[in-house]
């Protein structure tokens, strides 16, 4: 009978255990023991978890004290030489790597895929030696042994690991060197005691060249061949592999070949041809380890099936598509969340009963009816539930025409009357929105959740949060206000909690980064606007002052992108949904009176799909998004977006598409370079505010330094069309870096004003 694997499982434990052991340990720099506890605890239940509900191939290895690349690293001995001597040993020293010391910068931390979960970037460097350490594996490997349950060790294949680090010119070149050390570390798995391993190499199903995929083809015999008997899963996720590639990989004949068959289920049909005369037996990744939905079951058996009939039930293993990393613990456990929509929800734990389900009903003879009874309750429930068609908002996106995305006059007539309205000086001086979020703010928020607040007493505070934020800009000469967002927790959360079709549990936490944990929203149904979100607090600041004041909202692209969203009907769909609602707040706040309304899209860029071939639609969607958002605007009301990342260049024309009146990117760090993007080829064509002042760290630039990059800017971009401003929200600094840093902005842009031209 067909069997049943998890590529990975969650680490931080159901009630975020792994992150309070780290955090704590951090802070006394004491109570390694305890964290290592924690640590051998919550692997232990993970395996018991996973064994208790049935699973046959369970994960070991993948486990981490902060990331499973900078494990990988640490055991290969790819440290670079800018650490100096460290102790492999000593876990104070692997922590160094993560988070800096007091002489060194940590790794640089980038996001791993698409997924919200980010790791370290090894630096690697040339000629560097490797050497093994193989205590990663086959410490776990043990304590599993111990426990009396076999698991399978996860490693990060040799492809993967080179192509995600930095520092070689020629990554792959380094194969050759590596590939002994991988060689040398299955077989000390093997002489652990495992006689499988599982070979991620998530790079494999990204856009490859043939020179890539030849160095692939080269070194994995190797691997395949290193131990007598260890057999080799080569795991792919998050991408589809092209038929082309996977004739490759079914000549290199792997004992197990995963796919990623949620993200792209049309590889299934080449891969059994491929595979049809190799040995290899192919892992089913048919259960979404991406995302939170109950699976529908007879869509994965219907995968199943054809595979069991193509290559027989021996060679078939049912999987997650991925890790099960990215998902929260358990969904049972939500029961803040309404009961009809909870049933819909499935995390690891849910998931799990899913994979012993299917692997059941695929056996011969089995009693599908009776076994899949309860999942196909779930699937219909949600397909004709009134949460998931709200006949309003399907009317409304189906009535949609091509001049709802235009707004209502070009931008140079928008431009004039927009400047005739607000009468701004030249390089007008702005900010992004939040400010400083003081323990005072989230002592508030904490009390009003706890009940030691009543929500008058809260709402008084926040009143007068907004009245120093007001004054202090005032004060220090801001020409375009902004309320500092003092309501606001997180933002995406802000919205959800207002729109309709969005739930948000109390635990779902995953991992973002070492002890980082976010909990994003639950998209789960039609997305509407039963009233006005943001508009009282407006109303409130503009009533402090005589300067404009934005109105501040977070754009659809960037809504959809950090929720679990869900995957009964394409994201563009969703995403339209959520730009009607944008649109109403959009249209109220204008209606009272703002002259300016930003809308962020922060995630804009990283919504991106991995392969090449799915950009453009992405973009064209996510644009038309953006645009449905702002369009119906007033001619003289100008709109602003935000977007905090500074890699431009291939996105350049779907900025300009995006038709924001005034736009405002992060910039200091890069010395202005990145406005070589707005210039360079199609340039730029509307207003822009380049960030000035590096807010991700504490220090106050100088006046002196600000002009600088205010010349260099002026200098790519022309005075007319330039803004003043940070390059991101101020909500993560404090009021003693904020206050003395805007106002030598300020200063910088007065003598930039004096100043006659460009030197
Ligand atoms: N308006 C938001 C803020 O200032 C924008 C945050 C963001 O783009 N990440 O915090
Ligand atoms: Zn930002």
Request: hydrophobic letters at 45%; proline letters at 6%; aromatic letters at 6%.
């Amino acid at each position: 009978m067909p069997r049943s694997a998890v590529l990975g499982l969650p680490r931080i434990g159901p009630d975020r255990e792994l992150k309070f052991a780290l955090e704590a340990y951090w802070a006394a720099g004491t109570g390694e023991t305890e964290l290592l506890e924690t640590a051998r605890a919550l692997r232990a239940a993970n395996w018991k978890r996973a064994a208790a509900a049935g699973i046959d191939v369970i994960p070991c290895g993948d486990f981490s004290l902060y990331d499973h690349v900078l494990d990988t690293a640490w055991a290969l001995g790819a440290i670079p030489s800018r650490f100096g001597a460290l102790d492999r040993r000593s876990l104070a020293d692997y922590f160094v790597l993560a988070r800096g010391g007091d002489e060194h910068r940590p790794l640089e931390m980038t996001k791993w895929f698409d997924t919200n979960y980010h790791y370290l970037v090894p630096e690697l460097e040339p000629g560097m030696e490797f050497d093994l350490r193989a205590d990663h594996w086959t410490g776990p490997l043990a304590e599993a042994t111990e426990l009396g349950i076999a698991v399978r060790p996860v490693v990060l294949g040799p492809l993967s690991f080179l192509l995600l680090s930095k520092g070689l010119d020629r990554p792959l070149d380094a194969l050759d060197d590596l590939v002994p050390v991988y060689v040398q570390l299955l077989a000390e798995l093997a002489a652990a005691g495992a006689t499988e391993v599982q070979v991620d190499e998530p790079c494999l199903a990204l856009d490859r060249t043939a020179a890539e995929l030849a160095a692939f083809a080269k070194a994995w015999p190797a691997l395949a061949e290193a131990v007598d008997g260890l057999d080799l899963c080569l795991a792919t996720y998050f991408a589809g592999l092209d038929p082309e590639v996977l004739g490759q990989v079914a000549a290199l004949a792997p004992a197990e070949l995963h796919l990623d068959l949620v993200r792209a289920p049309g590889q299934l049909a080449p891969a059994l041809t491929a595979l049809a005369d190799a040995p290899t037996r192919l892992s089913l990744g048919v259960i979404d380890g991406r995302n939170v939905w109950a699976a529908d079951a007879d869509l994965a058996l219907d995968r199943i099936d054809t595979a069991v009939a193509a290559l027989g039930e021996e060679r078939v293993t049912i999987a997650p598509s991925c890790s099960l990393l990215h998902v929260p613990h358990e969904a049972a456990r939500e029961d803040g969340i309404d009961p009809e929509v909870r049933p819909w929800l499935a995390f690891c734990v849910e998931k799990l009963v899913e994979l012993e389900v299917l692997r059941r009903a695929a056996t011969p003879d089995a009693d599908r009816d009776v076994l899949l009874s309860a999942a196909r309750a779930i699937t219909s429930s949600r397909r004709t539930s009134s949460h998931t068609n709200d006949p309003a908002v399907r009317e409304r996106a189906g009535a949609l025409a091509a001049g709802d995305y235009e707004r209502p006059a070009p931008f140079p007539e928008r431009r004039a009357r927009q400047a005739e309205r607000l009468g701004l000086p030249e390089l007008p001086t702005t900010t992004i929105g939040s400010y400083p979020q003081t323990d005072a703010i989230r002592a508030a928020r904490r009390d009003l959740r706890e009940g030691r607040l009543d929500p008058a007493a809260y709402e008084d505070f926040i009143r007068s949060q907004v009245d120093e934020v007001v004054a202090f800009q005032e004060e220090v000469g801001l020409d375009v206000l902004v309320h500092g967002e003092p309501e606001r927790n997180d933002m995406v959360e802000y919205f959800g909690q207002q729109l309709a079709g969005f739930a948000f549990s109390a635990n779902g936490w995953v991992q973002s980064y070492g002890s980082r944990c976010v909990k994003p929203p639950i998209l789960f149904g039609d997305v509407s606007r039963p009233a006005a979100m943001t508009v009282d607090w407006w109303r409130y600041a503009q009533s402090r002052t005589e300067k404009p004041m934005k109105g501040m909202l977070t754009g659809p692209v960037t809504i959809l992108q950090w929720s679990f969203v869900r995957d009964d009907q394409p994201r563009a769909e969703t995403c339209t949904q959520i730009a009607l609602a944008i649109q109403d707040e959009v249209l109220d706040l204008e209606a009272a009176g703002a002259a300016i309304v930003q809308v962020d899209e922060a995630a804009l860029r990283e919504g991106l799909p991995l392969r090449a071939a799915a950009r453009d639609d992405y973009v064209r969607w996510a644009v038309d998004c953006f645009r449905l958002a702002t369009a119906p605007a007033r001619a003289e009301t100008q709109i602003h977006t935000h977007m905090c990342y500074s890699e431009f260049n291939e996105m350049i024309e779907h900025i300009i598409r995006l038709d924001a009146d005034v736009l405002s990117i992060e910039a200091s760090r890069s010395g202005m370079e990145v406005l070589d993007a707005f210039v360079d080829g199609v340039s730029y064509p509307n207003e822009i505010g380049p960030g000035v002042y590096d807010i991700h760290s504490p220090r106050v630039p100088s006046v002196g330094e600000i002009e600088e990059l205010l010349e260099l800017a002026e200098r790519r971009i022309g005075r007319e069309r330039l803004w003043v401003n940070p390059d991101c929200g101020l909500k993560t600094r404090r009021w003693e870096e904020v206050r003395p840093a805007l106002a030598n902005m300020v200063a910088a842009a007065n003598r930039r004003r004096a100043a006659i031209g460009v030197a």
